[in-house]
């Protein structure tokens, strides 16, 4: 075995890594790049790291407290492909598309007692701003929210 596939194992035993991100960490380390490729191509091979695991399991952990573009943001910031991405969400979202609405009557609920909020019909501009902020903050589609919420309450 191969000292960067011993230091790879001794990485991902921890938490989860992109391949781009154990090349990085294997680079700074001042592995060669052949050395570095055969040792992550192993990993995959023993089931140690897969890119598509990590996308799912921060989709699963992230979805109900982030939207899509901060969780999509966070993945191209681990080095995984986009189009990876939108792949593994639109099967996350078609399996949890039932269950997405207690998390936003949840996300309603705290929005409503962190902005002191009886009635999303009379919003106070600088409070409705406020709500705007946090809701695009987290990556949902504020305005789309916010016109759902006032709906229900008609």
Excluded: H
């Excluded at 011993?6 to 938490?15: A, D, I, M």
């Excluded at 140690?48 to 901060?70: C, F, M, T, W």
């Excluded at 939108?86 to 705290?110: F, G, I, Q, S, Y």
């Amino acid at each position: 075995m191969s000292g960067c596939f011993n230091y790879f194992l001794s990485l991902v035993s921890r938490k989860d890594y992109s391949a781009w991100e154990l090349n990085k960490k294997a680079r700074d380390k001042g592995f060669e790049v052949e050395e570095i490729a055969e040792a992550i191509e192993q990993l995959q091979n023993l089931g140690y790291q897969s890119d598509l695991r990590l996308v799912e399991n921060l989709i699963l952990a992230n979805q109900k407290k982030y939207g899509k573009p901060v969780l999509k943001r966070k993945c191209l910031q681990k080095g995984i492909a986009g189009d990876l991405f939108e792949k593994v969400w639109a099967a996350a979202t078609a399996e949890v598309e039932n269950e997405d609405a207690p998390a936003l009557m949840e996300l309603k609920a705290k929005v409503m007692r962190k902005y002191k909020i009886t009635d999303f019909q009379k919003l106070d501009p600088k409070v409705k701003s406020k709500i705007i902020s946090y809701l695009q903050y987290r990556g949902f589609n504020a305005f789309q929210l916010l016109r759902e919420w006032q709906e229900e309450e008609n």
